[in-house]
């Protein structure tokens, strides 16, 4: 749900988002807040124009039209890493992870910690491992730094993923269909780690085909339809049936 | 709302991997090292002649031979790539070294001044500054396998070709090109600093051949370079998951082309100590060796999948090859056999991991 307190003050703020491909108009002036520590389920049919949002919001291309606001500063990303720098974490559908590494390598991808000695810099393994023990600690997921990749559980592997976007206080993680191959203890696993997040004032966006899971966990649930908003509505004032109507479009918004 | 788990991180649910089910004793380095050692046991039995200094010293340059080159074979293996024109770059790197030297000990020769004059008799080749032409020879040596490794990683990383096809191509350039700077004929080094590079390649050190000793030390390096840098991270990133990579914002295109460059560098290296070793730089040396290096590098347990290898398991397959060879010998079997033999060793190496992994 969200609270009173924290209602005012948005994280993520899009001002009349429109995207162009040539002739081709993938999105038309979407508006959405998300607040810190609040959970919103991004839903819509292929082609909706969801994973053109998200891909906006990390930073993959520009908008055509419209303003971004992060933390209350209009923001420009030319690459995914400004994204990253300001803020914005993303957990890719296939997780992006190196099954050939070791959890606590996978977590620190690309950021490894370092010692110098003299004129050369030396992996800091036992800082990195002792790190993401404490992420995964935050996160309740049984994993040990020190295992391969390989050898984990989807539950598992997603932590690592997760656990990767809490290494630089990211205030924003979008997940993409986290839930979408992985067993049913292992989905609870998964929106457990969601929980976890939000707890820590982390807002989450779960774009997500699985009803049952958006309802799970999000406070809101805002549904996408021919590259526009149909619909953004508390999860409490909705019901599946009238997401799936918006969804197909058998409802026209709400 | 899922009811969140809210117990301490405890590990009741997952087992711990044991000992010997992880790290080295599960790996296929592992399983050739027990065979090897298998071997040397066999061998002594076999021949009281094989476990002597004499041939000990033997088979430690013959196989230094080809490892060198192994080492930096395995890095392009590691990463999912495969390097085929390493023996060519051992040729030329060779030949353009024996080449410079040639022309810089020669006085008359543009450019020879500066590095010797004749001494009073007229005769005598005497060298400016000693040590100068024998670096400027094998700089320039190094410096053309730079540009290959350049030229390879480029078409790779940057243009995205496929680099078995990239380094095939370069496989024939780089052989053809050594055919033309030296007419067909090939090259040996001469002039007054020759004996130096003689003795530093096929010389002795501690009752240790000296390329022996090279080996060792850049194989060390290269361990500490692929688990302890940020870069060896990198390297295994790519050849795990090269989008996942590219997604954590690790500079692949860079690691790419410094890894073809590290690999030719070290063919050039292992041809340069191979003809000083002849003694020259034929036109056809080191003619399919890529084999070889490339056989030496996946029976040591590097993936041609990517995501695997190191400097012990490119070493361990260089000694095996060798010790096969040089078994043969000792136990006066037809040598003929030994190519058919690494053949099979190559085979059942690979597919001993293939069991492993299935029951694992």
Redesign the interface.
Known sequence: MVTPHDAGLAVLELKGIGKDFGAIRALHGVDLRVSPGEVVGLMGDNGAGKSTLVKIIAGNFPPSHGEIRFDGKPVHFARPIDARAVGIEVVYQDLALADNLTAAANVFLGRELKRKLGPFAFLDHKAMAARALELFGELRSETRPHDLVKQMSGGQRQAVAIARTRLSNAKLVMMDEPTAAISVRQVEQVLSLIHRLKEQGVAVMLISHRMPDVFAVCDRVVVMRRGEKRADKAIGDTSPEEVTSLITGAREAA | ??????????????G??KWWQ?GFFASQTGYVLLALVALFVVMNFASPYFLTEGNMQNVAKNFSFIAIATLGVTFVIITGGIDLSVGSVMCFSAMITSMVMTQISTPGMPGAEWFVHLADDGKTVIANMPGLILLVSILAGLGVALIVGLVNGFCIAVLGLSPFVTTLGMLSIVRGLGYVVSNGRGSFPSGPEADYLYALTSGVVFGMPAPFIYLVVLAVAMA?VL????FG??V??V???E???A????PVVRVKIEIYVICALAAGLQGIIISGWLGSAPANMATSYELNVIAAAVIGGANLAG??GGPLGAIVGCVLLEVIRNGLVLAQINSYWQQTLVGVIIIAAVLVDRLRSRMA
């Open positions: 709302m899922a009811t969140p788990l809210e117990s301490p991180i405890t590990f009741t649910n997952v711990k991997t992880s500490i688990h302890h840098t940020g991270r990198h295994f990133a050849g795990g998951n989008k996942a990579a997604l954590t914002g690790i995501g695997a």
